[in-house]
Protein backbone atom coordinates (compact mmCIF):
# COMPACT_ATOMS: atom_id res chain seq x y z
CA UNK A 1 0.00 0.00 0.00
CA UNK A 2 1.39 3.18 -1.05
CA UNK A 3 2.01 5.49 1.69
CA UNK A 4 1.90 9.39 1.74
CA UNK A 5 3.11 11.60 4.31
CA UNK A 6 2.45 15.56 5.05
CA UNK A 7 4.52 18.22 5.58
CA UNK A 8 3.94 20.46 8.08
CA UNK A 9 1.62 23.90 7.01
CA UNK A 10 4.43 26.61 7.64
CA UNK A 11 6.55 23.96 5.37
CA UNK A 12 4.06 24.19 2.98
CA UNK A 13 3.27 28.15 2.97
CA UNK A 14 7.25 28.55 2.76
CA UNK A 15 8.68 28.61 -1.38
CA UNK A 16 12.19 28.33 -0.44
CA UNK A 17 11.83 25.01 1.68
CA UNK A 18 9.56 23.42 -0.70
CA UNK A 19 12.60 24.10 -3.68
CA UNK A 20 14.58 22.29 -1.15
CA UNK A 21 12.66 18.81 -0.87
CA UNK A 22 15.30 15.87 -2.70
CA UNK A 23 12.76 14.91 -5.57
CA UNK A 24 14.60 11.01 -6.37
CA UNK A 25 15.85 10.02 -9.51
CA UNK A 26 15.10 7.00 -11.60
CA UNK A 27 17.40 3.43 -11.46
CA UNK A 28 18.62 5.21 -7.95
CA UNK A 29 20.29 7.40 -9.21
CA UNK A 30 20.41 9.90 -5.76
CA UNK A 31 18.14 12.64 -5.81
CA UNK A 32 17.87 16.12 -6.83
CA UNK A 33 16.03 19.36 -5.06
CA UNK A 34 12.57 20.34 -6.39
CA UNK A 35 13.44 23.84 -7.37
CA UNK A 36 16.48 22.72 -9.80
CA UNK A 37 13.36 20.70 -12.04
CA UNK A 38 10.60 23.13 -11.10
CA UNK A 39 8.98 26.44 -10.59
CA UNK A 40 7.71 26.63 -7.00
CA UNK A 41 5.11 29.33 -6.57
CA UNK A 42 1.96 29.94 -4.44
CA UNK A 43 -1.01 30.03 -6.46
CA UNK A 44 -4.96 29.05 -5.55
CA UNK A 45 -6.12 25.84 -6.57
CA UNK A 46 -8.74 23.30 -5.24
CA UNK A 47 -8.10 22.00 -1.72
CA UNK A 48 -9.16 18.55 -1.68
CA UNK A 49 -9.97 16.19 -4.40
CA UNK A 50 -13.21 14.14 -4.92
CA UNK A 51 -13.16 10.99 -6.22
CA UNK A 52 -15.60 7.95 -7.22
CA UNK A 53 -15.29 4.66 -7.64
CA UNK A 54 -11.62 5.68 -6.90
CA UNK A 55 -11.04 8.12 -9.65
CA UNK A 56 -11.12 11.25 -9.91
CA UNK A 57 -14.11 13.31 -10.40
CA UNK A 58 -15.13 16.99 -11.14
CA UNK A 59 -18.57 18.50 -10.94
CA UNK A 60 -20.25 20.96 -12.98
CA UNK A 61 -23.63 22.42 -11.35
CA UNK A 62 -25.69 25.11 -12.17
CA UNK A 63 -29.09 26.23 -11.61
CA UNK A 64 -31.96 26.71 -14.27
CA UNK A 65 -33.20 30.00 -15.00
CA UNK A 66 -36.34 31.69 -15.90
CA UNK A 67 -38.77 28.92 -17.99
CA UNK A 68 -35.63 26.87 -19.14
CA UNK A 69 -36.52 23.04 -18.42
CA UNK A 70 -33.88 20.49 -17.36
CA UNK A 71 -34.23 18.19 -20.40
CA UNK A 72 -33.98 22.34 -22.60
CA UNK A 73 -30.50 22.94 -20.53
CA UNK A 74 -28.96 19.44 -20.68
CA UNK A 75 -29.88 19.13 -24.81
CA UNK A 76 -27.65 22.59 -24.92
CA UNK A 77 -25.01 21.74 -22.64
CA UNK A 78 -24.49 18.50 -24.78
CA UNK A 79 -24.31 20.69 -28.39
CA UNK A 80 -20.91 22.10 -26.72
CA UNK A 81 -17.57 21.06 -28.19
CA UNK A 82 -16.45 19.96 -25.22
CA UNK A 83 -18.97 17.86 -24.46
CA UNK A 84 -18.94 16.24 -27.98
CA UNK A 85 -15.19 15.44 -27.95
CA UNK A 86 -14.26 15.32 -24.57
CA UNK A 87 -10.38 15.04 -23.39
CA UNK A 88 -8.89 11.39 -23.46
CA UNK A 89 -9.46 9.79 -20.32
CA UNK A 90 -11.95 12.17 -19.18
CA UNK A 91 -15.71 10.48 -18.99
CA UNK A 92 -18.78 12.23 -18.43
CA UNK A 93 -21.46 11.10 -16.47
CA UNK A 94 -24.97 12.85 -15.25
CA UNK A 95 -25.37 13.50 -11.70
CA UNK A 96 -28.50 15.14 -9.61
CA UNK A 97 -31.20 15.85 -11.26
CA UNK A 98 -29.72 15.18 -14.58
CA UNK A 99 -28.99 12.01 -13.21
CA UNK A 100 -32.81 10.81 -11.95
CA UNK A 101 -34.30 12.60 -15.28
CA UNK A 102 -32.30 9.79 -17.48
CA UNK A 103 -33.03 7.20 -15.09
CA UNK A 104 -36.65 7.86 -14.98
CA UNK A 105 -36.92 8.42 -19.07
CA UNK A 106 -35.06 4.80 -19.07
CA UNK A 107 -37.43 3.25 -16.98
CA UNK A 108 -40.31 4.92 -18.20
CA UNK A 109 -40.97 2.02 -20.80
CA UNK A 110 -40.76 -0.45 -18.39
CA UNK A 111 -42.72 1.28 -16.19
CA UNK A 112 -45.63 1.89 -18.96
CA UNK A 113 -45.43 -1.68 -20.13
CA UNK A 114 -45.99 -3.71 -16.84
CA UNK A 115 -48.46 -0.75 -15.93
CA UNK A 116 -50.57 -1.97 -18.90
CA UNK A 117 -50.02 -5.17 -18.49
CA UNK A 118 -51.45 -4.84 -14.79
CA UNK A 119 -54.77 -2.78 -16.14
CA UNK A 120 -55.44 -5.18 -18.67
CA UNK A 121 -55.28 -8.31 -16.37
CA UNK A 122 -57.36 -6.33 -13.68
CA UNK A 123 -60.43 -5.47 -16.88
CA UNK A 124 -60.04 -8.91 -17.92
CA UNK A 125 -61.00 -10.25 -14.72
CA UNK A 126 -63.87 -7.38 -14.17
CA UNK A 127 -64.85 -7.92 -17.60
CA UNK A 128 -64.80 -11.55 -17.62
CA UNK A 129 -62.99 -11.48 -21.48
CA UNK A 130 -60.68 -10.82 -23.69
CA UNK A 131 -61.52 -8.36 -26.48
CA UNK A 132 -63.72 -5.72 -24.11
CA UNK A 133 -60.39 -4.71 -21.96
CA UNK A 134 -58.74 -4.12 -25.75
CA UNK A 135 -60.80 -2.11 -26.40
CA UNK A 136 -60.87 0.08 -23.00
CA UNK A 137 -56.45 0.09 -23.98
CA UNK A 138 -56.97 1.31 -27.49
CA UNK A 139 -58.22 4.96 -25.84
CA UNK A 140 -54.59 5.07 -24.19
CA UNK A 141 -52.99 6.25 -27.72
CA UNK A 142 -55.51 8.67 -27.87
CA UNK A 143 -54.34 10.36 -25.28
CA UNK A 144 -50.69 10.26 -25.46
CA UNK A 145 -50.92 11.72 -28.99
CA UNK A 146 -53.02 14.98 -27.89
CA UNK A 147 -50.41 15.49 -24.91
CA UNK A 148 -47.31 15.58 -26.92
CA UNK A 149 -49.73 17.89 -29.82
CA UNK A 150 -50.19 20.10 -26.90
CA UNK A 151 -46.30 20.15 -26.02
CA UNK A 152 -45.33 20.90 -29.70
CA UNK A 153 -47.86 23.11 -29.93
CA UNK A 154 -46.87 25.43 -26.59
CA UNK A 155 -42.85 24.85 -27.76
CA UNK A 156 -42.43 22.80 -24.19
CA UNK A 157 -39.69 20.11 -23.99
CA UNK A 158 -40.19 16.59 -22.18
CA UNK A 159 -39.57 16.55 -18.63
CA UNK A 160 -39.87 14.65 -15.15
CA UNK A 161 -43.05 16.36 -14.41
CA UNK A 162 -44.38 15.44 -18.41
CA UNK A 163 -43.80 11.58 -17.27
CA UNK A 164 -45.89 11.61 -14.34
CA UNK A 165 -48.37 13.74 -15.75
CA UNK A 166 -48.91 10.81 -18.76
CA UNK A 167 -49.30 8.51 -16.50
CA UNK A 168 -52.04 10.27 -14.33
CA UNK A 169 -53.73 11.20 -17.41
CA UNK A 170 -53.54 7.30 -18.74
CA UNK A 171 -55.84 6.65 -15.34
CA UNK A 172 -58.37 9.28 -16.28
CA UNK A 173 -58.87 7.91 -19.86
CA UNK A 174 -59.10 4.58 -18.76
CA UNK A 175 -61.71 5.83 -16.86
CA UNK A 176 -64.20 7.30 -19.08
CA UNK A 177 -63.27 4.09 -21.75
CA UNK A 178 -64.64 2.06 -18.77
CA UNK A 179 -68.00 4.00 -18.34
CA UNK A 180 -68.61 3.74 -22.11
CA UNK A 181 -67.89 0.09 -22.06
CA UNK A 182 -69.82 -0.88 -18.74
CA UNK A 183 -72.94 1.05 -19.94
CA UNK A 184 -73.12 -0.50 -23.27
CA UNK A 185 -72.59 -4.45 -22.07
CA UNK A 186 -75.34 -3.35 -19.49
CA UNK A 187 -77.95 -2.29 -22.05
CA UNK A 188 -76.70 -5.59 -24.22
CA UNK A 189 -77.41 -7.71 -21.68
CA UNK A 190 -81.43 -5.93 -21.05
CA UNK A 191 -81.66 -7.48 -24.61
CA UNK A 192 -81.21 -5.81 -27.98
CA UNK A 193 -77.89 -5.50 -30.89
CA UNK A 194 -74.77 -4.29 -30.07
CA UNK A 195 -75.42 -1.47 -32.33
CA UNK A 196 -77.79 0.50 -30.49
CA UNK A 197 -76.72 0.55 -26.66
CA UNK A 198 -73.56 1.52 -28.11
CA UNK A 199 -74.34 4.16 -29.85
CA UNK A 200 -76.54 5.04 -27.27
CA UNK A 201 -73.80 5.36 -24.78
CA UNK A 202 -71.69 7.34 -26.70
CA UNK A 203 -74.89 9.77 -26.59
CA UNK A 204 -75.70 9.47 -22.54
CA UNK A 205 -72.44 9.03 -21.15
CA UNK A 206 -70.62 11.61 -22.84
CA UNK A 207 -72.42 14.37 -20.67
CA UNK A 208 -70.21 12.77 -17.30
CA UNK A 209 -67.32 12.62 -19.55
CA UNK A 210 -67.42 15.96 -20.62
CA UNK A 211 -68.12 17.00 -17.27
CA UNK A 212 -64.74 15.26 -15.85
CA UNK A 213 -62.97 16.89 -18.33
CA UNK A 214 -63.90 20.49 -17.71
CA UNK A 215 -63.62 19.82 -13.87
CA UNK A 216 -59.67 18.53 -14.62
CA UNK A 217 -58.66 21.16 -17.15
CA UNK A 218 -60.04 24.24 -14.69
CA UNK A 219 -57.78 22.74 -12.46
CA UNK A 220 -54.99 22.46 -14.31
CA UNK A 221 -55.32 25.71 -16.19
CA UNK A 222 -53.49 27.50 -12.77
CA UNK A 223 -50.20 25.07 -13.26
CA UNK A 224 -50.51 25.52 -16.58
CA UNK A 225 -49.97 29.56 -16.75
CA UNK A 226 -47.06 29.07 -14.34
CA UNK A 227 -48.38 30.85 -11.38
CA UNK A 228 -46.62 30.67 -8.47
CA UNK A 229 -43.47 29.48 -7.32
CA UNK A 230 -41.98 26.57 -9.20
CA UNK A 231 -44.40 27.00 -11.80
CA UNK A 232 -42.15 26.47 -14.84
CA UNK A 233 -41.89 23.34 -13.56
CA UNK A 234 -45.27 21.93 -13.01
CA UNK A 235 -46.47 23.83 -16.46
CA UNK A 236 -45.42 21.13 -19.06
CA UNK A 237 -47.44 18.76 -17.19
CA UNK A 238 -50.42 21.10 -17.23
CA UNK A 239 -50.42 21.68 -20.67
CA UNK A 240 -49.73 17.52 -21.18
CA UNK A 241 -52.72 16.59 -19.14
CA UNK A 242 -55.07 19.55 -20.68
CA UNK A 243 -54.38 18.39 -24.19
CA UNK A 244 -54.57 14.50 -23.50
CA UNK A 245 -58.03 15.32 -22.07
CA UNK A 246 -59.51 17.13 -24.60
CA UNK A 247 -58.48 15.08 -27.20
CA UNK A 248 -58.87 11.89 -25.96
CA UNK A 249 -62.40 12.97 -24.95
CA UNK A 250 -63.62 13.97 -28.27
CA UNK A 251 -61.91 10.79 -29.94
CA UNK A 252 -63.29 8.53 -27.28
CA UNK A 253 -66.99 9.35 -27.33
CA UNK A 254 -66.28 8.62 -31.33
CA UNK A 255 -63.40 5.59 -31.50
CA UNK A 256 -64.14 3.79 -28.15
CA UNK A 257 -68.03 2.61 -29.49
CA UNK A 258 -66.61 1.64 -32.94
CA UNK A 259 -63.51 -0.30 -31.27
CA UNK A 260 -66.60 -2.00 -29.09
CA UNK A 261 -68.43 -3.02 -31.95
CA UNK A 262 -65.08 -4.02 -33.74
CA UNK A 263 -64.13 -6.53 -30.71
CA UNK A 264 -67.84 -7.83 -29.60
CA UNK A 265 -67.88 -9.36 -33.96
CA UNK A 266 -64.76 -10.43 -33.55
CA UNK A 267 -65.51 -12.26 -30.15
CA UNK A 268 -68.70 -13.12 -31.30
CA UNK A 269 -66.44 -14.90 -34.56
CA UNK A 270 -64.13 -16.98 -32.49
CA UNK A 271 -67.08 -18.07 -29.92
CA UNK A 272 -69.01 -19.42 -33.30
CA UNK A 273 -65.39 -21.49 -34.13
CA UNK A 274 -64.83 -22.67 -30.69
CA UNK A 275 -68.79 -23.84 -30.51
CA UNK A 276 -68.29 -25.16 -33.73
CA UNK A 277 -65.33 -27.13 -33.26
CA UNK A 278 -66.73 -28.37 -29.63
CA UNK A 279 -69.80 -29.56 -31.48
CA UNK A 280 -67.79 -31.51 -33.99
CA UNK A 281 -65.53 -32.94 -31.74
CA UNK A 282 -68.70 -34.22 -29.05
CA UNK A 283 -70.20 -36.03 -32.27
CA UNK A 284 -71.47 -40.23 -30.68
CA UNK A 285 -70.93 -42.39 -33.83
CA UNK A 286 -73.89 -44.45 -35.23
CA UNK A 287 -74.23 -47.84 -33.26
CA UNK A 288 -72.40 -50.77 -34.99
CA UNK A 289 -74.80 -53.38 -37.16
CA UNK A 290 -75.41 -56.59 -35.78
CA UNK A 291 -73.58 -60.01 -36.03
CA UNK A 292 -76.48 -61.24 -38.46
CA UNK A 293 -75.26 -58.63 -40.85
CA UNK A 294 -78.43 -56.65 -41.53
CA UNK A 295 -78.48 -52.76 -40.50
CA UNK A 296 -80.62 -52.10 -37.05
CA UNK A 297 -84.37 -50.96 -37.48
CA UNK A 298 -85.05 -47.52 -37.07
CA UNK A 299 -88.84 -48.31 -36.84
CA UNK A 300 -90.64 -47.65 -33.60
CA UNK A 301 -91.63 -50.91 -32.11
CA UNK A 302 -95.80 -52.01 -31.35
CA UNK A 303 -96.89 -51.14 -28.00
CA UNK A 304 -99.26 -53.44 -26.23
CA UNK A 305 -102.57 -51.80 -26.26
CA UNK A 306 -104.38 -51.85 -23.09
CA UNK A 307 -108.42 -51.73 -23.10
CA UNK A 308 -110.38 -50.46 -19.95
CA UNK A 309 -111.56 -53.25 -18.54
CA UNK A 310 -109.46 -55.92 -19.80
Given amino acids: MPIRVELDQSVRADPQRLEQLRVPLPDDRGAVPLGSIADVALEEGPINISRYDRERQAGVAADLVGGTVLSQAMAEIDKLPVMRHPPPGITIQPAGDAESMKDLAGGFTSAMRNGLMMVFAVLVLLFGGLFQPITILFSLPLSLGGAFLALLVTNRPLSVPVFIGVLMLMGIVTKN ?74 LSLIFVPAMFLAMDDLGRFFARRLRFLVTSGATAPLAPAHATGRAPSMAPKAAPRVVPGE
Avoid at 229 to 238: K, L, Q, T, Y
Fill in 177 to 250: AIMLVDFTLLAIERGGRPLLPALDAGRKRARPIVMTTIAMVAGMLPSAFAHGAGGEIRSPMAIAVIGGLIVSTL
